[in-house]
């Protein structure tokens, strides 16, 4: 048997490229079958709207199906174990969203080690929060808002999709940084939040779905965008970190996959992505939401969810926060 194995052997070695040609064959076979994209979140959100923009144009460019499957529950992390645990042949992907790097300390105990456990692909966007606050408050600036809290300590209440969300987190480092003390108020996704806030049942609301509708029509007020710059979306709104400098906690959302999945597939799903992320078309629909294309190659991603995740365990730790 080694007889025949290392003749074999031989003769491959002989032939010039034959071992190159064969990670590039088996990339050219993927994807034969549909591939799934799983979503953490509910269907609507800022995740499941990215979630079904990639698997739009993916599906165009790969000539397979990319379905959009929704596994909610305890954060992300149920979509995460899907992932975790499916064959690392690249038919079953992650919507990798901001909250991957906050549990990493928001719970004390998880099945996985999202950074060991899940390969970088590819980034797809980064989404600005708004901060909204109801139009019976009476602020229109952030360092109105800011005045206002500290006249009024634990007498302004904030709303967020939920303990732990990227909202959340937003609103917390806000707290920190501009010294004030708010009370939040969680809830079970961000269009309740939003609901209760137009109501004025609550104050003030870091959010990412698109609201755009409800500024113009003065049903919220928004003071600022948390990202890093202006957003294309409300270029009339300003940054946060225009009052608070180094302010920022935009979301992001990216494709992931199981560890040991080929790296030529890897490469195929970057290159497809990036691919879209410079089609006018995609670049408008983004747009639409404030979102930015993150082009870029799976190293980039992988570093932006390290960065990220370091960031937001040390506000996590620093505020307290602790989900189980």
Same mark, same amino acid.
């Given at each position: 048997?080694?007889l025949?194995r ?10 010039p490229?034959?071992? *190159?040609? &064969?990670p ?9 079958? =549909? @591939?799934?994209l799983i979503? %953490? +979140?509910?269907?609507?959100g800022? #995740?499941?709207?990215v ?12 000539g397979?199906? @990319?379905v959009?499957? $929704? ?12 992932v @975790?645990n ?5 038919y079953?992907?992650?919507?990798v #969203?901001?909250a991957?790097?906050? $549990?990493a300390?928001?719970?004390d105990?998880?099945?996985?080690n999202?950074i060991?456990? &899940? ?5 797809i966007?980064?989404?600005p929060?708004i ?6 408050? =009476?602020v229109r600036?952030?360092?109105? +808002?800011?005045a ?5 300590p ?13 909202p959340?987190? *937003?609103?917390?480092? !806000? ?7 708010m009370?939040? &108020?969680p809830?079970?996704g961000?269009? #309740?939040a ?5 109501a004025g049942q609550?104050?003030v609301? +870091?959010?990412?779905v698109?609201?755009?509708d409800?500024?113009?029509?003065g049903?919220v007020?928004?003071? *600022?965008?948390?990202s ?6 409300? =270029?009339d709104v300003?940054? @946060?970190?225009? +009052?608070? #400098?180094?302010?920022?906690a935009?979301?992001?959302f ?5 560890r ?8 195929r799903? $970057?290159?497809e992505?990036?691919v879209?992320?410079?089609?006018p078309?995609v670049? *408008?629909?983004?747009?639409? !939401?404030g ?9 980039d991603f992988r570093r ?15 505020? %307290?926060?602790?989900?189980?």
């Amino acid at each position: 048997m080694q007889l025949h194995r290392r003749r074999f052997l031989r003769l491959l070695a002989g032939v010039p490229g034959m071992l *190159a040609v &064969v990670p590039t064959a088996r990339a050219q076979a993927y994807p034969s079958r =549909p @591939v799934r994209l799983i979503v %953490g +979140f509910a269907a609507g959100g800022a #995740p499941d709207i990215v979630a079904r923009l990639a698997g739009q144009w993916l599906s165009e460019r790969l000539g397979q199906q @990319v379905v959009i499957e $929704n596994r909610t529950g305890a954060g992300g992390n149920i979509a995460v174990e899907t992932v @975790v645990n499916a064959p690392a042949d690249g038919y079953t992907l992650l919507l990798v #969203p901001t909250a991957a790097a906050a $549990n990493a300390a928001l719970y004390d105990k998880l099945s996985y080690n999202f950074i060991r456990d &899940v390969a970088a692909v590819a980034g797809i966007a980064r989404v600005p929060n708004i901060m909204l606050v109801a139009p019976s408050l =009476p602020v229109r600036s952030v360092p109105e +808002f800011i005045a206002y809290a500290k006249a009024h300590p634990g007498k302004v209440n904030m709303a967020s999709p939920g303990i732990g969300s990227g909202p959340h987190l *937003a609103g917390v480092l !806000f707290a920190m940084m501009a010294g004030i003390d708010m009370v939040h &108020v969680p809830y079970r996704g961000g269009m #309740p939040a939003l609901t209760d806030l137009i109501a004025g049942q609550v104050q003030v609301l +870091f959010v990412n779905v698109p609201v755009s509708d409800h500024i113009r029509a003065g049903r919220v007020r928004a003071l *600022a965008v948390t990202s890093a710059m202006r957003s294309v979306a409300l =270029p009339d709104v300003p940054t @946060v970190s225009e +009052f608070l #400098p180094g302010y920022e906690a935009s979301a992001w959302f990216g494709i992931g996959a199981p560890r040991s999945t080929p790296v030529e597939i890897v490469d195929r799903l $970057n290159k497809e992505v990036n691919v879209g992320l410079a089609d006018p078309t995609v670049k *408008a629909r983004l747009a639409e !939401f404030g979102g930015i294309g993150l082009a870029g190659s799976p190293e980039d991603f992988r570093r932006l969810i390290a960065d990220e995740t370091d960031k937001w365990g040390r506000v996590i730790r620093s505020a %307290g926060i602790k989900l189980g």
